[in-house]
Structures are given as C-alpha cells and as structure tokens.
C-alpha cells in the first residue's frame, strides 16, 4: 500500500512507544517510527561523547535557506520522559509524515544528549547534540530554528526565551501569525538559561539569533509560570533557589512525567501550528526569516 495512504496511529502512540526507554533505545524507536513511514534519515555521530543527531531533510535545493524543527529525544535516566521529550518527538515523527511527499526547505532533527551530563544545585551543563551539530554544520542557510519542548499537555502555547529587545524576531512573529489563524492562545516568556533551557540555544550562541523553543501549558497555569519568573533573581539561581514549576512542567524529570499526562489534542495542536508555520514561510515570496534581521 502506498504510504501516503496507510492510516497513522495517533501521536499519543509515538509517545508510549517512547516512553520508558533509555536514551539509546529511543533513538532506535524513532528509526523504526520512520521506516514505517517509508523514510530513512541521515545520521551526524560522535564516539566520543557518544552522540547520535538522526537528521530528515526534505531540502532539494542546496543553497535554499532551510527552516528547521528539532527536539532532542534523549531521557533523564529514572524518567519516563513522557513530556521531556517524547511529546516533541511524536510531533515532528508526524509532521515527517505530513512533509514526505513534498519538496519543501525543511530539514528536521532529533537531538541526542540535550540533558545535563553534568549536574549541581546551581548549573547544570547539556545541550551536547546541538552543539555538536552546530559546530559540524554552516549556519548559513539556516533561516530559523523551531524547538520543541514539553509540547503533550495544555492548550496555550508558550514561546521562550524571548526578552524584551527581541520581540521582532522574523520567526517569533511567524509563529504569532500562525498561531492567531488556528486560534491557539500564545505567551511569550524570558526564561533564564540557569532555570531552563533546550537546544534554541545552541544556535544562538552560533549566531542564528531566529531560534526559539516552543511549548504547550494549561492556559491557567500561564499565570502561575508568569508569577514564578517574575520573582527570580540571578542571585536566587547561584544559590541553588528555584521557583515552583506550574503543571505540567512540575513533573518534568521525575518518574510522574508518563503517557498518562499526556494530551493527544496538545500533540494535535502543536503539529497544526507547525504546518501552518510552514505554509505561511512557502506561501510567501520573500519570507523575513533572515539571521540579518532582529538582532538583539
């Protein structure tokens, strides 16, 4: 049967295929995923750390400016990893699917090695996939950097981090536009990278300044996330105090973070931002996705 036509499980699936592995087995889990799709990724290694970046690109151009989709599938050793991150994961296995049989400046990447391999009440350093694969790769052609975190429980979608100076960012008001036309309530938030973090940041620090990470929380928990954030201090952080999480960020790294928090219409809503996402950036001639544009 022709893939474009087999009936797909529901994202959940992906989910609780996911959930309860290691890092490595679900690195296994997403090849099985794709293959059963009918796609087959590249892969970016290193041996040591050992990392293993599984890359589909749907780029056919070779100098086209690309827009990418990530998240990282590696897991806190003693978590589920329901949320953190197989729930970014299930998205983008999902949105391979929708893009397969098109000829479109995409390229999507699930990161390994995202969470802290070193670990303290006051900093905590990670982010090793990303920062492999941007030291490895020309930043160049790379228009904006879409990562998702936390994306399987709420209603409102949350964008961080986004200070102040940099609310005209090309990409943060792609994803505004999409997000106004699907009707999903948005938040944006500064979250210190001391607090939390994910892989937008790697890019960043290579210069693509149109990175940002998106997530989905509870519309009544957005006040909640906004009161804690508004209480913190640089000094609060060196010394080890965190502000309580609002769900479902609260569960995140601990053995509650399962399937069953999960929200088959929150995977549905953000696998629907980003294909509107992507049809405004290919419906547009001229689309304002250049790193050139809203520095900060």
Same mark, same amino acid.
């Given at each position: 049967?022709?893939?474009?036509?087999?009936? @797909?499980?529901?994202?959940? %699936?992906?989910?609780?295929?996911?959930?309860?592995?290691?890092?490595?087995?679900?690195?296994?889990?997403?090849?099985?995923?794709?293959?059963?799709? %009918?796609?087959?990724?590249?892969?970016?290694?290193?041996?040591?750390?050992?990392? +293993?970046?599984?890359?589909?690109?749907?780029?056919?151009?070779?100098?086209?400016?690309?827009?990418?989709?990530?998240?990282?599938?590696? @897991?806190?050793?003693?978590?589920?990893?329901?949320?953190?991150?197989?729930? %970014?994961?299930?998205?983008?296995?999902?949105?391979?699917?929708?893009?397969?049989? +098109?000829?479109?400046? !995409?390229?999507?990447?699930?990161?390994?090695?995202?969470?802290?391999?070193?670990?303290?009440? !006051?900093?905590?350093? %990670?982010?090793? =996939?990303?920062?492999?694969? !941007?030291?490895?790769?020309?930043?160049?052609?790379?228009?904006? @950097?879409?990562?998702?975190?936390?994306?399987?429980?709420?209603?409102?979608? =949350?964008?961080?981090?986004? +200070?102040?100076?940099? @609310?005209?960012?090309?990409?943060?008001?792609?994803?505004?536009?999409?997000?106004? +036309?699907?009707?999903?309530?948005?938040?944006?938030?500064?979250?210190?990278?001391?607090?939390?973090?994910?892989?937008?940041?790697?890019?960043?620090?290579?210069?693509?300044?149109?990175?940002?990470?998106?997530?989905?929380?509870?519309?009544?928990?957005?006040?909640?996330?906004?009161?804690?954030?508004?209480?913190?201090?640089?000094?609060?952080?060196?010394? =080890?105090?965190?502000?309580?999480?609002?769900?479902?960020?609260?569960?995140?790294?601990?053995?509650?973070?399962?399937?069953?928090?999960?929200?088959?219409?929150?995977?549905?809503?953000?696998?629907?931002?980003?294909?509107?996402?992507i049809s405004g950036y290919v419906s547009t001639d001229n689309p304002s996705f250049s790193n050139d544009e809203g520095k900060s």
């Amino acid at each position: 049967m022709d893939n474009r036509y087999q009936e @797909v499980q529901p994202l959940k %699936g992906y989910v609780k295929a996911l959930e309860s592995k290691d890092s490595r087995a679900r690195g296994e889990q997403i090849i099985t995923s794709l293959a059963e799709l %009918g796609i087959e990724p590249t892969f970016q290694k290193c041996h040591w750390p050992r990392i +293993r970046n599984i890359i589909v690109d749907f780029t056919t151009e070779p100098d086209a400016k690309q827009i990418l989709f990530t998240a990282h599938y590696d @897991v806190v050793k003693g978590s589920p990893g329901a949320n953190d991150n197989a729930s %970014g994961v299930a998205v983008l296995i999902r949105l391979c699917h929708e893009l397969m049989y +098109r000829k479109i400046p !995409v390229k999507i990447v699930f990161f390994d090695c995202e969470e802290a391999w070193f670990r303290t009440p !006051v900093i905590r350093l %990670g982010l090793l =996939g990303s920062l492999f694969y !941007v030291l490895k790769n020309n930043m160049r052609n790379i228009s904006a @950097v879409f990562n998702l975190e936390f994306c399987g429980s709420g209603d409102s979608l =949350g964008i961080w981090p986004i +200070r102040n100076s940099q @609310v005209e960012l090309p990409a943060l008001r792609r994803v505004k536009i999409a997000s106004l +036309r699907l009707g999903i309530p948005f938040k944006t938030a500064h979250i210190p990278w001391l607090l939390l973090s994910s892989d937008h940041m790697s890019f960043r620090l290579k210069g693509v300044r149109n990175a940002l990470s998106l997530s989905m929380l509870p519309k009544d928990q957005v006040s909640v996330l906004e009161d804690s954030l508004s209480k913190l201090s640089f000094l609060k952080l060196l010394t =080890g105090q965190r502000p309580v999480l609002p769900k479902p960020l609260d569960i995140i790294h601990s053995s509650a973070d399962n399937s069953d928090t999960i929200s088959e219409n929150s995977l549905r809503l953000m696998l629907s931002l980003l294909l509107e996402v992507i049809s405004g950036y290919v419906s547009t001639d001229n689309p304002s996705f250049s790193n050139d544009e809203g520095k900060s």
